[in-house]
């Protein structure tokens, strides 16, 4: 980090080469003018507690982009949802039938439009009213379901229907047949995450709608259940059982979660047991939603967690190459990301993208249930997945 800065090319030497990229340019090349500049700062030569990330200067970083932190707050943002469900009653043609979908995306303010929440993450906040369908579809990214409203709607996945409440993860893991839908009488909302942004980079996205056998009765779009309701858990309900047996096709996804349906019932009831602990001094009592199989995170992509942190609990300040989006799903809190504070409570929705230093303080007077979605899978196989925490006022790593 000591070495000189290599000298800069001559303006003459630049402009005649600038020159020949000009007249070049319908060859699609480029003469290189510019040395690399990687968008952000090396983190593992900033030991300090302030460094934010910073883009490098420089036109090819100037090409580049990096996700900022962000927060979506549910009193600004929900009112949108309203509209669209109004939009679905009142028009001839509801969203549903030309977008296939009823939501809105969170898009980063960084990321200069393009519909990602991080780099590798899209978040979307979907709406549904009573009676809506969601066409049966299948798909090469991962994603999930993530439920905010109260009760009522389903996810049915590879014939499983998932009933929805509140604080419920539902996967539908590349390669499963799923569809949405609400029967219920009152509109049903969740926040969709998907890897898509990482998977349109590779170019590897597929998409099918058009589901070979008997579909359900009563609603072509939507498949038949096929699967007794509730098969999940009665397959991976039981911490340290898992069935002897081989299970029924689950789709073509490899390395992915069988189970499909995580209660926040249980993840509420789990976190409570556990209130007493120390829990971590970075996360508090932190979840991990895991492939019940491996043991590992459910996407080779994506993991879910949910975090407990206790009314006036402050956590230490830690960042990780990995990025994180929150929702927040009970209690009010802060949480300072590379120094600016973003204040929270029940609903919203946060960011926090690679290697900015974070740290949580719920404010009470009830405890503080963050959820969350991070890409670490995804860094760690691909050897980038890096941590470290403050203790004390130094910096310590949290990874080897
Ligand atoms: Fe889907």
Redesign the pocket.
């Known amino acids: 980090m000591n070495e000189p800065a290599k000298p800069p090319l001559s303006s003459d030497a630049r402009a005649r080469m600038e020159a020949l990229n000009t007249q070049a340019k319908h060859l699609s090349i480029w003469l290189r003018t510019q040395a690399n500049a990687p968008a952000q700062r090396p983190w593992f030569h900033d030991n300090g507690l302030t460094e934010a990330g910073h883009l490098a200067e420089g036109r090819v970083a100037a090409g580049q982009m990096k996700a900022v932190p962000h927060l979506w707050k549910w009193a600004e943002i929900s009112p949108y949802l309203d509209e669209i469900a109004r939009i679905a009653v009142e028009s001839d043609t509801p969203p549903i039938e030309f977008a296939d979908r009823q939501q809105f995306l969170l898009t980063n303010p960084g990321l200069g439009g393009r519909l990602q929440t991080t780099a590798s993450i899209r978040c979307a906040v979907s709406i549904y009213n009573a009676g809506d369908v969601a066409p049966a ?1 299948l ?1 090469s990214p991962n ?1 999930s379901r993530t439920i905010m409203s109260q009760n009522g709607g389903y996810t049915t996945v590879e014939g499983e229907r998932c009933v929805a409440a509140r604080g419920d993860l539902i996967l ?1 893991p590349n390669g499963t047949w ?1 569809d949405h839908g609400n029967d219920a009488k009152e509109p049903v909302i969740w926040i969709d995450t998907l890897d898509w942004p990482l998977m349109e980079f590779l170019d590897v996205i597929w998409l099918d709608e058009d589901m070979p056998g008997e579909r359900g009765v009563g609603n072509g779009r939507a498949q038949k259940s096929t699967a007794p309701d509730g098969l999940s858990r009665a397959l991976y309900g039981q911490g340290g059982l898992t069935p002897a047996f081989a299970t029924r096709g689950r789709g073509f996804g490899q390395n992915v979660s069988p189970c499909f349906h995580y209660r926040g019932a249980d993840t509420r009831t789990s976190l409570s047991a556990l209130r007493g602990e120390a829990g971590d001094p970075h996360e508090g009592v932190a979840l991990e939603f895991t492939n019940p199989v491996t043991g590992g995170a459910v996407f080779p992509t994506l993991t879910y967690g949910a975090q407990l942190i206790r009314a006036g609990e402050e956590t230490a300040a830690k960042r990780e190459t990995s990025s994180t989006v929150y929702v927040v799903m009970s209690g009010r809190g802060e949480t300072e990301i590379a120094g600016k504070t973003y204040p929270w409570e029940e609903n919203d929705i946060f960011v926090v993208p690679n290697f900015l230093w974070r740290r949580h303080v719920a404010k009470g007077p009830g405890d503080a249930v963050l959820y969350t979605m991070s890409d670490r899978p995804l860094l760690e196989k691909i050897g980038q997945y890096r941590a470290q925490g403050a203790r004390g006022g130094k910096v310590v790593n949290l990874t080897a």
């Open positions: 579809h798909h994603a539908t799923h």
